[in-house]
């Protein structure tokens, strides 16, 4: 049966003169077709059948680059649950054989059927198939389709790679795939939805010159016998699972093995001149799942799990089961090139990978409504296990506020979205891969583990992750675990249910701002809390909103930071309105307050007037350091979101922020810069940039001393973290010069161009690399940036790659920019499609760049939308430039319009574009509200002695 298949789908690619179904469903020409007796409409495959067990058989081509293909056959076993006359799948791009299609009912040799005819339902991707006899509920059936498609480009569903064979300068293809959330359609038709889970058993085919990787260990390995040095190999049978986790690969790649004390094969792969990259990964992959076993009480399900870096690859990384694929710059690290920065983000995908092997795969979300369960609880969990293998680098911290950074920003929108939503079309899942279901879902759970306390949360999840395990959950399902075992711990009280607290979290956009108004001599505050919005046209009484606030709070007496437990709630009635709240026993006029200790919770704090001095006095002429890092890091982030919006004047903002030239810490400086790039983003445009960059300069340059400046004293340093903080003042300090920071930069690049051979030696230390690079690549010529790119091409790591594509764009020649925009969209360049927004960013961000960017995109859109399709949301990347960087009415005009005049190019992208919008409007309300405001505040600071 099989040699006949092969033969048949073979002269698919030569004939057309049998009953075929080429199903082009991504094209906005078949949106038009008129589907023959197409009844079914619904977005969700029908509830008739499922699936048992599904055997799939796919055989590789490579042996002509300009027909890379793939073919094969899909046997599903299906059990029919209510009488039924057709079988509806998913598939996509893919061309069938109809009259190689079977069917058989399995429960008696007797019954007999076949296939009658087929329709598609382009909108959905349904390939229908009409049964020659009807369907009995009970009975098993096995329906085998043949399919066979191009290799494609697109980095979804079953598509081609390739990297340069250093020894040929040949490419060298490889395989893989990427389904999640919707693209194992592209690869065999099947119940491509998260809750239809059944075993594969996979078998792949290929030259034996390759290596073949699945989900599951090789089962066997036998030659093919009609293609010769072929072979068939065919993995174990695998446990249930989602289409979207199902992978395989055929690749010529090596790898580094692990191992673990409970006997599971761990291994990690990469192409050959990339296999010493893998040694941190291959180190910290088995300790991260080891800590995960003990942490989720259940053994890592599957016997092997091998990790692999892909040259293209359009996700960051991919969870598979078993089988978990990476961009490189995610999984590789090389201790000659890569930052600590780097190393940290490798430890952290890694960690995240693996936590979905439980949180993903083992319990998968019922539908894409409740994705933030998968990435979300991947996002926290990872932090966790970061910081149990590596606690000197503080990643928890940096990750819980780096988070919180983003969400206030992003959630701060209205045209923001709720963590668990509606999802009825494949853009709307691509689209909630967002912010809001990693760093907020991560936030909201971190939230939780802390009202819970550490006892409760983990008996909770291990109750939910054994409940649900090898099936699928929803979010209450998960509310029910956690609410059992914080009364059986007695974390909440009995009148309390994590329902009800943290559906006012995920079913509603947004956070709370609290406002809280002391009465100093009774000792007494009032608590009222609203939603947060940057947009101050919309009234309180448009806001609307209530959470329930676990509140933690402590006096200046107190100073107690370590406990984070709350003390109270703010409640919200059945009907979901504010519930007034007053808290006694507080300290009288000389004492300051601070809620919310440690930011275990997403909401913002406006205290008034006398407790914000209060504040400001300990921190600029006391013992700052005796408040938390992180509440310090919330103090500055507060006070510069209630400035932005009115609820404070700037002077508090900027009068606070001058407590920074004392302070040595990373978290309150990384959010003292991101709330000063949002105002450079404005001021850069102004006359007033001048007296910006005086107060910069007075600002940073105690720190950037006492971190010694450019000077590598990197192996001096003991507390991790600190080297991230020099790495980030370096940044700033020689975009603003202060001090010796660019002629020191620009000796190390001079050093580097000097060297015989600048591939293999370079002067320039590694966590300082990005500064150097962009400092003398903007100071520089076009020898300089001309000498940048040759060093990209040659270099063979990824991370080396990234930092100099970012610094490509820092040149402030125009032409050069020009052409760098021009090679960014230009594979054959050498910047690969996953890479194209780094690219694009670095000249966005460039203040001489950022109309040549925003031109371009504007002018070529339609071109930059084909080379993004039909992964568009990775187009929705070059966004924030604009967006963040757009002050002016008449820029704000001219997107809008070019928005409107251009729907059909931006498709796919409409929540992307509607934020953006938004985003463009606040700027634009604040630049009018506070600019003067701002520059006022600056002028003043800098007539200020310095003490």
């Known amino acids: 049966m099989y040699r006949l298949l092969i033969q048949s789908i073979n002269n698919l690619f030569k004939s057309f003169n049998m009953r075929l179904l080429l199903l082009l469903v991504a094209s906005w020409a078949v949106l038009g077709l008129t589907l023959a007796d197409s009844s079914y409409n619904h977005f969700r495959l029908p509830t008739a059948l499922r699936p048992q067990k599904y055997n799939l058989r796919v055989l590789t081509h490579f042996e002509d680059p300009d027909n890379l293909r793939f073919e094969g056959d899909m046997k599903i076993l299906f059990k029919v649950l209510e009488n039924a006359n057709n079988i509806t799948l998913h598939a996509k791009n893919l061309t069938i054989d109809e009259s190689l299609i079977t069917l058989r009912d399995t429960s008696s040799a007797n019954k007999k059927n076949c296939v009658s005819g087929t329709e598609v339902n382009a909108v959905h991707d349904f390939y229908v198939m009409r049964t020659c006899e009807e369907l009995v509920a009970g009975d098993v059936y096995e329906l085998t389709v043949p399919f066979a498609a191009e290799l494609n480009r697109q980095l979804e569903g079953y598509y081609r790679s390739s990297y340069i064979d250093p020894v040929t300068n040949k490419s060298r293809w490889l395989s893989i795939?990427?389904?999640?959330?919707?693209?194992?359609?592209?690869?065999?038709?099947?119940?491509?939805?998260?809750?239809?889970?059944?075993?594969?058993?996979?078998?792949?085919?290929?030259?034996?010159?390759?290596?073949?990787?699945?989900?599951?260990?090789?089962?066997?390995?036998?030659?093919?016998?009609?293609?010769?040095?072929?072979?068939?190999?065919?993995?174990?049978?695998?446990?249930?699972?989602?289409?979207?986790?199902?992978?395989?690969?055929?690749?010529?790649?090596?790898?580094?093995?692990?191992?673990?004390?409970?006997?599971?094969?761990?291994?990690?792969?990469?192409r050959p001149n990339a296999i010493e990259q893998c040694d941190y990964a291959a180190e910290v992959g088995p300790k991260v799942l080891q800590y995960y076993e003990d942490l989720?009480?259940?053994?890592?399900?599957?016997?092997?799990?091998?990790?692999?870096?892909?040259?293209?690859?359009?996700?960051?990384?991919?969870?598979?089961?078993?089988?978990?694929?990476?961009?490189?710059?995610?999984?590789?690290?090389?201790?000659?090139?890569?930052?600590?920065?780097?190393?940290?983000?490798?430890?952290?995908?890694?960690?995240?990978?693996?936590?979905?092997?439980?949180?993903?795969?083992?319990?998968?979300?019922?539908?894409?409504?409740?994705?933030?369960?998968?990435?979300g609880f991947a996002t926290y969990v990872a932090s966790l296990g970061v910081d149990k293998i590596n606690p000197e680098w503080r990643s928890m911290a940096q990750e819980s506020l780096s988070n919180l950074l983003v969400i206030f920003r992003k959630d701060a929108l209205e045209t923001s979205h709720p963590i668990s939503r509606p999802i009825e079309l494949v853009t709307e899942i691509q689209e909630s891969f967002d912010q809001i279901s990693y760093q907020k879902g991560s936030t909201v759970l971190r939230m939780m583990h802390m009202f819970l306390g550490d006892e409760s949360f983990r008996s909770g999840i291990q109750n939910y992750l054994q409940k649900f395990s090898y099936g699928n959950a929803e979010q209450d399902n998960l509310w029910e675990s956690l609410t059992e075992a914080a009364h059986k711990f007695k974390a909440l009280p009995k009148s309390y249910d994590i329902?009800?607290?943290?559906?006012?979290?995920?079913?509603?956009?947004?956070?709370?701002?609290?406002?809280?108004?002391?009465?100093y001599s009774a000792g007494s505050a009032k608590l009222n809390q609203e939603r947060y919005l940057l947009n101050t046209q919309i009234s309180r009484a448009q806001r609307g909103g209530c959470w329930w606030v676990p509140?933690?709070?402590?006096?200046?007496?107190?100073?107690?930071?370590?406990?984070?437990?709350?003390?109270?709630?703010?409640?919200?009635?059945?009907?979901?309105?504010?519930?007034?709240?007053?808290?006694?026993?507080?300290?009288?006029?000389?004492?300051?307050?601070?809620?919310?200790?440690?930011?275990?919770?997403?909401?913002?704090?406006?205290?008034d007037e006398r407790n914000w001095k209060l504040l400001i006095d300990t921190l600029t002429n006391g013992d700052f350091e005796s408040i938390h890092v992180i509440n310090r890091a919330q103090l500055i982030d507060d006070a510069f979101y209630l400035a932005w919006t009115g609820e404070q004047n700037y002077d508090i903002a900027m009068e606070l922020l001058e407590y920074m030239r004392r302070e040595r810490e990373y978290l309150p400086w990384k959010s003292a810069f991101e709330n000063l790039k949002r105002l450079r983003g404005i001021i850069r445009q102004t006359p007033n940039l001048e007296f910006f960059k005086r107060y910069l300069q007075k600002l940073i340059e105690p720190v950037y001393e006492h971190l010694n400046g450019l000077n590598d004293t990197f192996a001096n340093i003991e507390q991790q973290d600190q080297v991230l903080l020099k790495t980030m003042v370096a940044t700033w300090a020689c975009q603003y010069q202060v001090g010796d920071c660019v002629p020191k930069a620009l000796n190390y690049f001079t050093a580097w161009r000097s060297e015989q051979d600048p591939d293999k030696q370079n002067p320039v230390p590694i966590n300082l690399r990005q500064t150097v690079y962009c400092t003398a690549i903007r100071h520089g010529d076009d020898a300089d940036w001309n000498f940048l790119w040759m060093r990209y091409n040659n270099?063979?790591?990824?991370?080396?790659?990234?930092?100099?594509?970012?610094?490509?764009?820092?040149?402030?020649?125009?032409?050069?920019?020009?052409?760098?925009?021009?090679?960014?969209?230009?594979?054959?360049?050498?910047?690969?499609?996953?890479?194209?927004?780094?690219?694009?960013?670095?000249?966005?961000?460039?203040?001489?760049?950022?109309?040549?960017a925003r031109d371009y995109f504007m002018n070529n859109v339609d071109f930059i939308y084909k080379f993004y399709s039909p992964i568009v949301k990775d187009m929705s990347r070059l966004l924030p430039p604009f967006s963040e960087q757009t002050f002016q009415q008449s820029d704000f005009d001219d997107f809008r319009n070019f928005v409107s005049e251009h729907r059909s190019s931006l498709k796919g992208l409409e929540q992307a574009i509607q934020q953006t919008l938004e985003t463009m409007l606040t700027n634009v309300q604040w630049k009018e509200r506070n600019y003067d405001q701002v520059s006022v505040s600056i002028r003043s600071l800098l007539d200020k002695p310095t003490e």
């Open 551 to 607: 509140l933690s709070y402590t006096t200046q007496g107190e100073r107690d930071f370590t406990n984070t437990a709350p003390k109270t709630w703010m409640e919200c009635s059945s009907s979901g309105e504010v519930l007034p709240k007053t808290i006694t026993g507080l300290p009288g006029k000389d004492q300051w307050i601070i809620f919310n200790t440690q930011m275990t919770t997403l909401y913002k704090v406006n205290y």
């Open 296 to 375: 989720f009480g259940i053994k890592f399900p599957l016997p092997k799990i091998d990790q692999i870096a892909i040259p293209d690859f359009s996700a960051g990384a991919m969870e598979n089961w078993g089988l978990v694929t990476y961009r490189e710059i995610a999984l590789l690290y090389s201790a000659q090139h890569s930052s600590l920065a780097d190393k940290q983000r490798v430890a952290s995908i890694i960690a995240h990978e693996l936590a979905h092997q439980w949180f993903g795969n083992l319990v998968t979300m019922k539908w894409w409504t409740d994705l933030w369960l998968n990435e």
């Open 795 to 852: 270099s063979n790591v990824a991370a080396e790659k990234r930092t100099i594509m970012s610094s490509l764009g820092c040149t402030r020649e125009v032409w050069l920019l020009q052409r760098y925009l021009a090679l960014t969209f230009e594979p054959k360049q050498g910047i690969r499609k996953q890479d194209s927004m780094w690219a694009f960013q670095a000249v966005a961000y460039n203040e001489i760049g950022f109309h040549l």
């Open 177 to 270: 795939t990427q389904f999640e959330p919707a693209s194992a359609r592209l690869a065999f038709p099947c119940f491509d939805e998260p809750d239809y889970k059944a075993p594969f058993v996979v078998t792949l085919g290929y030259h034996k010159r390759f290596n073949g990787l699945s989900n599951m260990p090789v089962k066997e390995i036998k030659p093919n016998e009609q293609i010769v040095d072929y072979i068939w190999c065919e993995f174990e049978e695998s446990v249930p699972m989602s289409t979207y986790l199902v992978a395989y690969s055929v690749n010529d790649f090596s790898h580094k093995p692990s191992t673990l004390p409970n006997s599971t094969l761990f291994r990690t792969w990469a």
């Open 499 to 519: 329902k009800r607290i943290m559906d006012s979290w995920t079913l509603q956009t947004g956070y709370p701002i609290i406002n809280i108004t002391r009465d």
